[in-house]
């Protein structure tokens, strides 16, 4: 039976001496690891000539993190400063804008008032010199190249002023004969009311003149009593 027994007990010794054999390798790779471990991470180990191929690892290296932080606030500081010159950027923008909306709301005000002043004075106006002054509705209505139904007569701008002048300009006869005022139109025209307002009148017909007949009267050249007696400083109808 001792005999028998034998070989259990050799096995038993022989797997007690293997379990203690692993639990020491164990135990020597653990503390081998924590040793690297904290070689590795410890600010000594930054002291070791590494040659240059070699990584150095600067995960706990004081200095470093130093240096990385004081990049970091430059950055920042950088950072703030091209954000406030982007906001003065951005004020002056803002302020060259409202400058030209408030100068294009003048101008439309302006604009708008010189429209409405234009429409006062020719609701003022009557008779002839409004006729005159008025807009005309074109004979075949809307047209694309005026863009309108509608034609202003020329008229000078500054005759505006001149009310009163312009309404003893267009005091005549419609049809009948325009009155000889050749010195009170310059007149006008050098104050820069030009061009004067059209009149529906004719030019003085001279007195006792018995035109050719057609078609002579195209050719020929009139003869001295067809001047109309106006102030012309030739004396003759062939020297005009």
């Known amino acids: 039976m001792g005999l028998e027994d034998y070989p259990p ?6 797997q007690q001496q293997s379990t203690i054999r692993s639990k020491l390798k164990i135990l020597l790779l653990l503390v081998s690891s924590n040793l690297l471990t904290f070689f590795l991470f410890s600010p000594n180990s930054l002291r070791i000539p590494w040659s240059d191929r070699v990584p150095r690892i600067h995960l706990w290296d004081s200095e470093a993190l ?3 932080l004081n990049s970091t606030q430059v950055h920042l500081a950088q950072t703030q400063s091209d954000l406030s010159d982007l906001q003065r950027r951005l ?7 409202e400058t030209l909306l408030t100068e294009l709301g003048r101008i439309h005000g302006d604009s708008s008032s010189s429209s409405s002043s234009d429409s006062d004075w020719q609701e003022s106006l009557s008779g002839e010199l ?3 002054v008025g807009p005309h509705k074109l004979p075949l209505g809307f047209t694309s190249q005026l863009g309108s139904d509608e034609l202003f007569p020329s008229l000078g701008s500054t005759c505006r002023r001149f009310p009163d002048e ?3 300009y267009m005091s ?3 049809g009948g004969e325009c009155p000889v005022d050749d010195v009170f139109a310059q007149i006008l025209m050098l104050k820069g009311c030009e061009p004067l307002p059209r009149r529906r009148c004719h030019p003085k017909t001279p007195t006792n003149f018995v035109p050719l007949p057609l078609p002579a009267s195209l050719w020929s050249i009139p003869r001295t009593q067809a001047s109309s007696g106006t102030p012309i400083p030739a004396r003759t ?4």
């Open 9 to 14: 007990r050799k096995q038993i010794q022989q």
């Open 66 to 68: 130093l240096r990385e």
């Open 91 to 97: 004020l002056t923008s803002n302020s060259l804008l």
């Open 130 to 132: 409004k006729l005159a």
């Open 166 to 168: 312009l309404a003893q």
């Open 172 to 174: 005549y006869p419609v």
């Open 237 to 240: 109808t062939p020297a005009l």
